[in-house]
C-alpha cells in the first residue's frame, strides 16, 4: 500500500440559488438591498404596526426601492 496522491479542494465561487434572485443594479440577494428603507420600515412596524399611515408609507417606499432594484414586488 503507497500513499495516495490527494488533489487540492477545488474552490468555488459562493452561488445564489435558483430560487433567490438578485437585483438588476445591485446583484444583491432582495434581502440586502434598500437596507434604510427596509431599516425604517421594520422600526415603524414594530412600534406602530403596519396599518398605521406612517408606516403604510414605509412599506410602500421599501416596495419602490426593490423595484428600482429590479425585483418583481407586489
Known amino acids: 500500500m503507497g500513499s495516495s496522491a490527494s488533489k487540492p479542494a477545488a474552490v468555488e465561487a459562493p452561488r445564489v440559488a435558483p430560487s433567490q434572485k438578485v437585483g438588476i443594479k445591485s446583484g444583491k440577494k432582495i434581502c440586502c438591498c434598500c437596507p434604510d428603507t427596509k431599516k425604517a420600515r421594520d422600526e415603524c412596524v414594530v412600534f406602530k ?5 406612517d408606516c ?9 426601492c426593490l423595484r428600482e432594484e429590479g425585483f418583481d414586488v407586489k
Do not use: N, Q, R, S
Open 49 to 53: 404596526g403596519e396599518e398605521h399611515p
Open 56 to 64: 403604510v408609507a414605509l412599506i410602500e417606499a421599501h416596495k419602490v
